[in-house]
């Protein structure tokens, strides 16, 4: 559904993506992992239509994006992005945000069926009991179900979302992966996410896009790409890949630097040895 | 059904009687004090006493005045505060007051009032035109308003207008002196009965408009980047919203010069009272501007009467030290 075709992106004049391929079908689940800077959340924006592309094109069902009105993309493409801070607003205003792309030109109040959605879609989130309480009062995990929520109620097809699970504890993130795990399984929907943690990703993504310098390493299943060769070229530093224990998913352990000079110095003793 | 109707129509019900009590107080108060009971048989009556003439044709022309303008800065106020995102922005930030003064300061000293009244609001809202076109230009490049620049541009022209007011007055004789000092203090003496229509059409005609934009307001205050998530097609929305605010606060600044305070402190308290929610915030806020100004006003008129007090004084010593008390009692629930 998703076609992004030799994608050039950047701020200014300095490109940060270049020259970006991939393709997201219905019902997939999509993990954009890379290090900092790699250009991931770019990508992101670029997908949501925040910063212009350069070069190149991203199409929603092989019509180009940037053709689509404004309205009717927020009704198939929702956004879950990092640091809102919204004051003022109680849950339930908060989720109603999601139904403003459904609003005629002189329509100032929801409707029957924009309620409807609004409270399906916090049920869904389990933030119904909520609704009164304001936003800014609230812990990070319940905020990120709250946006979550508001995306819903966009009823989209694709959503997009950037680090859902940044900051908060691993209830939390289990949680919320869960919870995106449900939505992608129950309701078909397609899901493309930046993700840090490169163990989430291999738990839950049925693809993964490494990202590495503003263009893809290499896409794959997450058993193809989160292999110690792949994972320690593209972000410099040494890891074990081993399979998680319940799941059979791959499990990426890191070492410490002291670590490794302890077993360069075995390995040179042995040289020695030899 | 939207629960936020029946908000909203309750609370504009509310402001609806405190604006009919505020101006009713308005009318009755003053040098010459007339019962409210006279203020209904004069109604009745018609033309013809001087207590009529003092009710209708120099109190009620003020407070609808009143209400105008303190409407159209506190809904100057709340549409800024909305766009910038910032609890800091006024009416009176941008440089359009600024461009307004300095219009009416160069009327003030070329005596071109003297040919016609008309030409000093005239003047104001040319010089206020004058700088939303500067800081549109300036901010216009490739399409796109960029909300720090326009914030900052808007600044730095208050700065330069306010410095060119300074050489003005220093260049001219006392006389005309005084008369650009009292016109920036602000007042809501206005004789001329064309001009309080003008004001009174079209600060409502742009209340109309600006509640186009109360959905776009609502997404706006999340951020800009929400906004578009939200399909808002946010650089339409930020430069009507941009033209909406100046004009209003060239209209109010032309006709009854800086009345300070009423587009900051208003939008504010308003907020602490209903919420966020713009599709309210909005209607509540231009009819507490009305109110609160015409209350000002009234004071101003009364303290010293016979003399009356630059209203500006009235709206900063209120409104100040209502806020200073609203926001300390806030902090300590």
Do not use: C, G, K, N
């Given at each position: 559904m998703l076609k992004v075709e030799n994608l050039i992106c950047g701020y200014e004049k300095k490109a940060?993506?270049?020259?970006v391929s991939f393709q997201v079908d219905k019902g997939e689940f999509v993990g954009i992992i890379g290090p900092n800077g790699s250009g991931k959340t770019t990508l992101l924006r670029a997908l949501s239509r925040i910063i212009e592309p350069s070069g190149g094109m991203i199409s929603l069902y092989g019509k180009?994006?940037?053709?689509?009105h404004p309205k009717l993309l927020a009704r198939s493409v929702s956004v879950v992005s990092q640091n809102i801070s919204p004051e003022n607003f109680t849950v339930e205003e908060f989720v109603s945000l999601g139904r403003l792309p459904y609003y005629g030109a002189f329509q100032f109040f929801g409707t029957k069926k924009d309620y409807q959605a609004v409270h399906a879609a916090m049920e869904l989130t389990g933030v119904e009991a909520l609704g009164e309480r304001f936003l800014e009062k609230m812990s990070g995990g319940e905020k990120q179900l709250v946006f979550i929520a508001r995306a819903l109620a966009q009823e989209p097809e694709l959503i997009l979302l950037d680090?859902?699970?940044?900051?908060?504890?691993i209830a939390h993130q289990v949680n919320i992966m869960d919870l995106i795990r449900k939505l992608n399984r129950d309701f078909g929907l397609t899901v493309v996410m930046v993700l840090h943690d490169l163990n989430l990703a291999g738990e839950y993504c049925h693809k993964l896009l490494l990202v590495n310098n503003g263009s893809i390493h290499k896409i794959g299943q997450p058993r193809e790409i989160l292999n110690y060769r792949d994972i320690e070229e593209v972000y410099g530093t040494r890891v074990v890949v081993v399979e998680n224990p319940v799941s059979g998913k791959p499990y990426v352990v890191l070492v410490p630097g002291e670590c490794r000079e302890e077993e360069q110095a075995q390995g040179h003793k042995k040289g020695g040895g030899n | 059904m939207d629960r936020k109707i029946n908000r909203l129509v309750l609370v504009l019900s509310v402001l609806a009687a405190m604006l009919f009590c505020a101006a009713v107080f308005s009318l009755c108060v003053g040098s010459a004090g007339i019962p409210l009971k006279r203020v209904f048989q004069l109604f009745f009556e018609g033309r013809g006493s001087t207590e009529y003439n003092i009710v209708f044709d120099i109190r009620f022309p003020r407070i609808l005045l009143g209400f105008a303008v303190g409407g159209a800065l506190a809904l100057a106020g709340v549409i800024l505060q909305g766009v910038f995102r910032n609890p800091l922005v006024e009416p009176y930030t941008l440089g359009v007051s600024g461009g307004a003064a300095l219009g009416a300061s160069l009327n003030i000293v070329f005596k071109l009032y003297r040919s016609s009244v008309l030409t000093l609001p005239l003047f104001g809202f040319i010089g206020a035109f004058f700088i939303i076109i500067v800081l549109y230009l300036l901010n216009m490049r490739k399409g796109t308003i960029k909300l720090q620049w326009l914030l900052l541009n808007g600044v730095m022209i208050s700065f330069i207008s306010s410095s060119l007011i300074m050489l003005i007055m220093s260049l001219s004789r006392a006389e005309d002196m005084h008369g650009i000092i009292f016109w920036i203090m602000g007042?809501?003496?206005?004789?001329n009965w064309f001009i309080i229509k003008v004001t009174v059409v079209m600060s409502i005609a742009l209340l109309a408009v600006s509640y186009l934009f109360c959905l776009d307001l609502n997404a706006f205050s999340l951020g800009e980047e929400e906004a578009m998530h939200l399909g808002v097609r946010t650089e339409k929305s930020k430069r009507m919203l941009f033209i909406a605010a100046s004009l209003l606060t060239g209209l109010s600044v032309a006709v009854a010069g800086m009345i300070g305070f009423v587009g900051l402190v208003v939008p504010h308290f308003v907020k602490m009272l209903t919420g966020g929610d713009h599709r309210v915030l909005i209607p509540a806020s231009f009819l507490s501007g009305g109110i609160f100004l015409i209350f000002c006003d009234t004071l101003a008129r009364v303290v010293i009467a016979p003399m009356e007090l630059p209203v500006g004084v009235i709206t900063g010593i209120l409104g100040g030290s209502f806020f200073v008390y609203a926001l300390a009692k806030r902090r300590s629930v």
């Open positions: 940060i993506l270049s020259d180009d994006m940037r053709q689509i680090e859902p699970t940044a900051h908060l504890d | 007042s809501l003496d206005e004789p």
